[in-house]
């Protein structure tokens, strides 16, 4: 990672402004999809045990953020994946892991650790045995990142109400692998 880029704790509800924008930008959002991922983002953060980093230039600019929380299986995400790891008989991915809900970098800022520095330092703060998290099921610089660090694929073809796309539920045993081993 560079010297440029210090990662840590991000107050989120104070931020989530600032995180949409990178969130947006390397995601490409819609005003009208950022709008709904406020809500949700906000609500994400009152969850017990939700925690967040970002990324942050030493010019005060946020470049990056991860954010996440123990899975609870009532939660929307897991009751939309749920059927799909359970037909792959993986469902008890779902107990005792700590959820990826979101992780974006800016595109100048990829390619030089920051993610990877933010998903292993939020995983290595936690007291769950596992990690999960849902990607775009293409092959992707993202999903190479998650393959890199011990996530391998649960269930593919996840069909997420309004989402164009398909995803895929990845989970990695904690804590997640680093370069070289």
Do not use: C
Not at 94 to 116: A, K, M
């Amino acid at each position: 990672m560079t010297d440029d880029v210090v990662i840590g704790p991000l107050d989120l509800a104070t931020h989530v402004d600032e995180a949409l924008r990178v969130q947006a930008h390397a995601f490409g959002l819609s005003d009208d999809e950022v709008a709904v991922r406020r809500q949700i983002v906000l609500r994400h953060i009152t969850y017990p045990g939700a925690r967040a980093l970002g990324a942050t230039t030493t010019e005060g600019r946020l470049v990056g953020f991860v954010y996440g929380m123990p899975n609870d299986r009532g939660h929307w995400w897991s009751t939309v994946v749920e059927p799909y790891l359970r037909a792959q008989d993986l469902d008890d991915w779902l107990d005792d892991s700590f959820v990826i809900t979101e992780l974006h970098v800016q595109p100048g800022h990829q390619n030089r650790g920051v993610g990877r520095t933010l998903i292993t330092t939020i995983t290595d703060a936690v007291r769950q045995p596992r990690s999960i998290l849902s990607a775009i099921d293409t092959e992707s610089p993202a999903r190479g990142l998650y393959r890199s660090l011990g996530y391998a694929d649960l269930a593919r073809n996840v069909q997420f109400p309004s989402a164009p796309k398909p995803y895929a539920v990845m989970g990695a045993p904690l804590p997640l692998r680093r370069p070289g081993v």
